[in-house]
């Protein structure tokens, strides 16, 4: 500003060339040039004005282009935000649109221009464009809520799940009893249904729920998870570790449900997930129906125009959360699954297998290949097994057999022999009890045969035929204390129900 005055003193007062001028004042002959010509132009000479200062001075020799005439038709940048969360829809597209409606309208550069002003003063979560019916956010919010179990007066916290479309912002809300897998899965199953359709990608965050292991090009996903998003016909695309911005609305959702619906319970008392539940459908209804502040309609209007017409169609079956778990099949061809058994052929003995647990059944896989199911067990310790699954003869697979067995107990000591018998007698199958009698054998190289047989006496005499018994009364040491207080009377219980060897022998060997 100074230079321009300063040139305007030299040539009105000092008269110098504009090649001394150019020199003197540090600027270029055609700079000096174009300030002497636009102040003649403009009328002003030295000294200048008394109240004028360098702002006007230079607005005045250097005023800035105006453009195209503000007297356009605005478009209804409201509606080209909305045109281009739709899929192929472009801002040029938009433009020659609107030009055929308004040919005296601005031209594509000043169209481009006015929407990018328009759109930096929305809300600055706002500004990141999501095309329809394409991404899903979900993760849980910070806060908890409390309530209370009417059972034991014990005060529990209920986990809040939210998931958020990423074109209309339209939110949905759930209580969880905790941040496990299947309240995960559960909670998208859930959301899907409540909007009435299935978005083409799920952007959760690293959770391990979701996400069995975190990367930020190659992340790994949770089998069930895994399962639950190709039953939809989905992906999932975990947001970058230590990267917010990749899941910015559910972000943006999670502070919205603390505001508007946490906040506002937050002096309630309840007594269930089901009783917070339903409070929380409440004020969901209200959020989603609540009208923006800087746009027209609501979520719910916008869901409507835009999210709900793009949605893939939901499956005809919801997604039955199921549990995966590698097992090995041990040889009475049973695997432990759930903490109950359940049999496969008896050609994988041996083999490591995959199970698959769901609410009514447990199905069992070789390599992708289902090899049995079967009803699914409820309490601990059950089992199932198919007869078809049983081999003909025991000793075509492995060198264990009932007969075997008793003759190795009876090789500790006759009370260990009966305990081998009675331990296959409580199950349908003898085989069942295969492990319990293996187990026998693996404490016997741990204790003195003596003490393996006393404890096997002291498991009969309290009509507690089992290796887990006997493991105890070792362990306690109990088999010193029986054998003391009874040294006297030496009594051994008869045993005439015992079917013997030769039982198992004919019925199973042959």
């Known amino acids: 500003m100074r230079k321009i005055q300063e040139v305007l003193r030299l040539h009105v007062q000092a008269k110098l060339s504009e090649r001394a001028i150019s020199s003197s004042v540090s600027l270029s002959r055609s700079t000096v040039s174009k300030i002497i010509t636009r102040a003649a132009a403009a009328g002003i000479s030295w000294p200048l004005p008394t109240d004028m200062d360098e702002n006007q001075l230079d607005s005045l020799l250097f005023p800035i282009p105006q453009g195209r005439p503000r007297n356009c038709d605005e478009p209804e940048w409201t509606q080209v935000l909305n045109e281009l969360r739709i899929k192929g829809v472009t801002l040029q597209l938009l433009w020659m649109e609107y030009k055929q409606a308004n040919p005296d309208g601005y031209q594509y550069s000043q169209f481009c221009e006015r929407f990018r002003l328009w759109r930096k003063k929305l809300n600055p979560a706002m500004r990141q464009i999501h095309l329809a019916g394409e991404k899903m956010f979900v993760d849980y919010a910070g806060p908890t809520v409390p309530f209370i179990d009417r059972e034991t007066d014990e005060i529990l916290t209920a986990q809040i799940f939210v998931a958020v479309l990423g074109a209309s912002n339209y939110t949905y809300v759930e209580a969880h009893p905790a941040q496990d897998v299947e309240s995960f899965i559960k909670g998208h199953v859930h959301a899907f249904e409540f909007f009435g359709g299935v978005p083409r990608l799920v952007v959760p965050d690293n959770l391990k729920a979701g996400v069995r292991k975190a990367d930020r090009y190659e992340p790994i996903l949770n089998r069930s998870y895994q399962e639950m998003v190709s039953h939809y016909g989905c992906a999932a695309l975990p ?68 999210d709900r017409p793009a949605l893939q169609p939901l499956p005809s079956l919801p997604y039955e959360y199921a549990k995966w778990q590698h097992c090995k099949v041990h040889i009475d061809y049973h695997i432990e699954a759930g903490r109950c058994y359940y049999s496969v052929p008896y050609s994988l003995i041996g083999q490591e297998v995959e199970a698959r647990l769901t609410q009514n059944t447990v199905e069992v896989f070789l390599k ?143």
């Open 239 to 306: 947001a970058r570790p230590y990267t917010p911005k990749d899941k910015a609305k559910g972000e943006f959702g999670v502070q919205l449900a603390e505001r508007w619906i946490l906040a506002v319970f937050r002096k309630r008392r309840f007594f269930s997930i089901a009783e917070i539940n339903e409070t929380i459908r409440e004020l969901l209804a209200q959020l989603n129906e609540k009208p923006f502040q800087k746009l027209e309609g609501s979520r719910q209007s916008l869901f409507e125009a835009t």
């Open 368 to 510: 992708g290949k289902r090899v049995a199911s079967h009803p699914r067990l409820h309490y601990r310790g059950q089992a199932q097994t198919d007869p078809l699954h049983r081999p003909k003869s025991h000793q075509q697979h492995g060198e264990w057999s009932p007969d075997r067995l008793i003759s190795w107990g009876n090789s500790i000591g006759p009370n260990t022999g009966i305990l081998v018998e009675r331990i296959m007698q409580k199950y349908k199958h003898p085989e069942q009890g295969y492990r319990s009698c293996l187990g026998l054998l693996s404490l016997s190289r741990e204790y003195p045969v003596e003490r393996v047989e006393g404890a096997a006496e002291r498991a009969l005499i309290i009509n507690s035929p089992s290796y887990a018994s006997v493991k105890s009364i070792l362990k306690t040491g109990m088999d010193h204390t029986v054998l003391s207080l009874m040294e006297d009377e030496q009594v051994t219980p008869g045993h005439d129900n015992i079917r013997g060897a030769s039982y198992f022998q004919t019925k199973f060997l042959n």
